[in-house]
Every structure is written in structure tokens, then in C-alpha cells.
């Protein structure tokens, strides 16, 4: 666990120095806002930051802070007079806490908070879990009355595993009758893969998925690029939280018109990602947006990565794959059986893109033919060696011993 702190108040900083020095979590202090967000989709489910609310006039972009940061607990501070009222405390932050003059006052309330975000955080994932279980309960009872569900191969999903199996089943069935979809899942799932697989299932490769930039859709475009053949023309709008104004507008409208369109005219059917507890970021009318999708089409939940330790082997092998042909200067061939084992027993804290993650910063920064537990703890999701790894990666120079290539 870390503390990542935004501010650029000395006063402030000697403070915090003094409150989190010799604690349990180690602390980082940031002065660019910028940096910081580039940094949030690293950061771990138990890290923390906090964010000085001084700095918002200057600034302007907590929104992004908040955006980003999804996967982190964001905890809003401000340095206040004693008997001071004045509070600039946004209605957004789920945490708060206030720093004054008075250093053990200051302690009081930082222990607070901190236990505050820790409590939330262990209810979040009891409650994942529960949820998690009455899943597996219900899919226990159903194959008990009706058998398990014909094993099904697939274009662009991993699905060895059962939960997989079953998507792919709902899959195959929306394919027979196509309409909206509204996907969700946890941060970091695999749901642009899942769009591939719904349009692939539905349009074979007569008819590419259609992927827009989900902050300028244009209606009228997508109708044009996906044509006038009879068939179901699938476009892919990317997750709720990076919708423009602009599109929710011309979405929102869109919807309502449907009902009224004469049916001849080609009709996209959309595919809406959105990250599962994240209605704590959007705005009313994203809100508004996604209620009409949960009405006009059809739901579909990707399921976790703790539930897909059956899928984690070949999701390996398959990332190896792409990587090396890709990247044939890449000297690593394989993983040892400790190294998929840990992979294995440390998926219920990864997500789809985090695994991925992994595999393709120890592959590109161990010059070694096989990966072991060692070299994906060193070069893991939260690597100080990430931001190197994005210069390294495609440098052929940077592998001195040309071994390694194919």
C-alpha cells in the first residue's frame, strides 16, 4: 500500500512528512497533475491518493484526476484556520479530511480517513466476493438441472473456463437477434475483445467491427461506413466514463428518435462498455444514457478475472505468441510452471489488461529465455521500470545480444 500525494504547498508537504513518516504506507509527493493521471491505471486497489483542493482554480482538472483514478481511492484535503467553516469540499469526493495549525488535530483526522478508505475498500471486496459466489451457486444449481453448456470456441476471447462458456453461450444466442449492447465488467476487462466477438458471431468476416472515438460519434457517419446490407452492423463506442458532452448529446437524442425511425435506413446497433462501480464519476445525463441502454438492449456482464484462473494459461500463451511475432528480437520463449503458477494464484487481484501487462513488460525488459516468478514480481504492473519499458520495448538496440531473435 502507498500514498501518492498532489500538492504544491510546502507548509503542506512538511506536515503530511511528519503525519505519514514511520506509518505503514510508504508516500510519494507530486507536483504535476499530469504525471500523477498517467500513473493512476498502475496503481494498486489498496493505493491511495490525495489531492489538494487549493490547487483547483489553477489547475481545472480533478475531473480527469477522478476519471482516472477508477481503481484508486481518491481523497480530497485542505488546510483550513482553526475555527475556520469555510469548506471547499466538492460534492464528488467520497473522502474528505482537513489539515490545520494544530498537528495532533491533523493526525486525528488522517487516521480517520485512512481507516475510513481502508474500511471501504475490505466492504467492496467482501461484497465482490458474496456476489461472486451466488454467481457460481447459480451456475452450480443450473448445470445440475440442465447440464453444462456445449463447449463453444471462439475468435477473440479467452474461454476455457466455465463462467467464459457461458458468456460466449449468451453470446451466440444475442447473435440470432442483434440489438444494443450495454457490457459490463471490472476495470481493465477485456470488453473491446467481447464487441469483437458479439460482431464476429453476428457478421462472420463479411463486416469488420465498427470502433468510434467515444468523445466525437457522429451518427450519420457510422450509417454511412457500415453501409445499407441486410445485416446487423455492430459499432463499438468505447466505456461509459470517456464519453464527450457532444456524444452523450447526439446519443441521447439518437435514442430517443429511435422508436420512429421507418426501419429502412441502416441502424447500427451500438456496444456501450461500462466499468462496474464507476456511476460515482459520471455526470446525470451519462447516468440518463445508460439507463436507455439497459432498456433498448441487451446486458451482458464479463465475468472477473478471479473467476477465470482456468483462462490465465492461455491468455499467457497467447499474449507470448502475439509479443514474438511482433517483436521477434524478444529473447524470452516461455514461462516456468512456478511463474504461471503465481500468475494463477494472483489473478483474483489482477484484471484482464493488468495480466497482459505483465507478460509484455517482463518479456521486453528479462534478457532471459524463461520467465520465472522472480522476473514478474521485478517488472510487474507497477514497475518503476514501466515508463522505460515504453521507450525499450520497440528499440531493438536496447538488446545488445541479438540471441534472442528468431
Known sequence: MSIHILTTDFKLTKQLTQLLAGGQQTFRFHEDLEALITMLPKLKKTDKVFYDLQLEPTLMAFDALRFGGKKTNLVAFELLEEGSTKSSCPKTAMHYFVLSSDLRKSGVRLKKVLHEVDAMAVKKKRAAKEVSDQKSSTVIKSWANQGPPPITLSRYLTAKSECMQQLLVKIAELAKHPKFVFLTGEDGADFELTAREINFRTNGDQSPLHIVDPMRVEIDEIKRSLGTEDRAGYCYLGLSYELGALTIARLSDYLDQLSGADGQEPTPCFILGHVNDSEGYLEDEVKALLRSFRKL?????????????????????????????????????????????????????????????????????????????EELKSFGDDSPTSQHLIESFADEKFFKDQTGAA
Open 297 to 373: 438492449g441487451e446486458v451482458i456482464e464479463i465475468p472477473a478475472m478471479a473467476e477465470r484462473i482456468d483462462d490465465v494459461n492461455l491468455i499467457i500463451q497467447s499474449v507470448f505468441t502475439t509479443l514474438r511475432t511482433a517483436h521477434p528480437f524478444l529473447m524470452t520463449r516461455m514461462l516456468s510452471r512456478g511463474a504461471i503458477e503465481y500468475l494463477e494464484a494472483q489473478c483474483s487481484e489482477m484484471s484482464y489488461s493488468s495480466l497482459v501487462r505483465i507478460i509484455r513488460n517482463s518479456m521486453a525488459l528479462a534478457q532471459r529465455d524463461t520467465l520465472t516468478e
